[in-house]
T-cell receptor, first 111, second 111 residues
Framework: DVKVTQSSRYLVKRTGEKVFLECVQD?????MFWYRQDPGLGLRLIYF???????EKGDIPEGYSVSREKKERFSLILESASTNQTSMYLC??????????FGPGTRLTVT | QKEVEQNSGPLSVPEGAIASLNCTYS??????FFWYRQYSGKSPELIMS????GDKEDGRFTAQLNKASQYVSLLIRDSQPSDSATYLC???????????FGKGTHLIIQP
């Protein structure tokens, strides 16, 4: 049974803080993703990775960076959090050609 | 640009009736298609996958795929209040950037 875990379910940070969101998958998948989801806007891809140390920008990478030092772990970094980054952040793992598995999500509030 | 079109709803269906959800996609080369269910505040969970033309049934759920017309649908028989959720359709085009998601249809099952 595939499991994707995220470091926090709820997070409250102040404007300007550096924020780390971590995601771990246990199925040896090569592909991992970070999305944000806002009402009416659907899932928007921030960054994805198809191998260790490899990363690609998604549709909305501005203000974010990522790190993938180990195959099972994919981290999203907000260098300087802003209020417009308040959102639900979803990590996903993918066995290419099949379904994506999502983590439980992190509800981030930036005040 | 890869796109998935879904009616955002809300779609209101009486309890016990059949709920019909539809989705069209833009890429004729798509190989894999998925339906996810998302409860409010939770992450998407896979409920159906379909890879070839025709119908696929799983319990009360039936996915229908028509590649020539580029649409995929989900039927929910004997709808229950617990089926009230947002349903996301997604397709895979083979690229490393994962699945392309629709914005979702909000389904309400009225007791």
């Amino acid at each position: 049974d595939v499991k994707v875990t995220q470091s926090s379910r709820y997070l409250v940070k102040r404007t300007g803080e550096k924020v780390f969101l971590e995601c771990v998958q246990d199925m040896d998948h090569e592909n991992m993703f970070w999305y944000r989801q806002d009402p009416g806007l659907g899932l928007r891809l921030i960054y994805f990775s198809y191998d260790v140390k490899m990363k690609e920008k998604g549709d909305i990478p501005e203000g974010y960076s990522v790190s993938r030092e180990k195959k099972e772990r994919f981290s999203l970094i907000l260098e300087s959090a802003s209020t417009n980054q308040t959102s639900m952040y979803l990590c996903a793992s993918w066995d290419r050609g099949y379904e994506q598995y999502f983590g439980p999500g992190t509800r981030l509030t930036v005040t | 640009q890869k796109e998935v079109e879904q009616n955002s709803g809300p779609l209101s269906v009486p309890e016990g009736a059949i709920a019909s959800l539809n989705c069209t996609y833009s890429d004729r080369g798509s190989q894999s298609f998925f339906w996810y269910r998302q409860y409010s505040g939770k992450s998407p969970e896979l409920i159906m996958s379909i890879y070839s033309n025709g119908d696929k049934e799983d319990g009360r759920f039936t996915a229908q795929l028509n590649k020539a017309s580029q649409y995929v649908s989900l039927l929910i028989r004997d709808s229950q209040p617990s089926d009230s959720a947002t349903y996301l359709c997604a397709w895979g085009g083979g690229g490393a950037d994962g699945l392309t998601f629709g914005k979702g249809t909000h389904l309400i099952i009225q007791p």
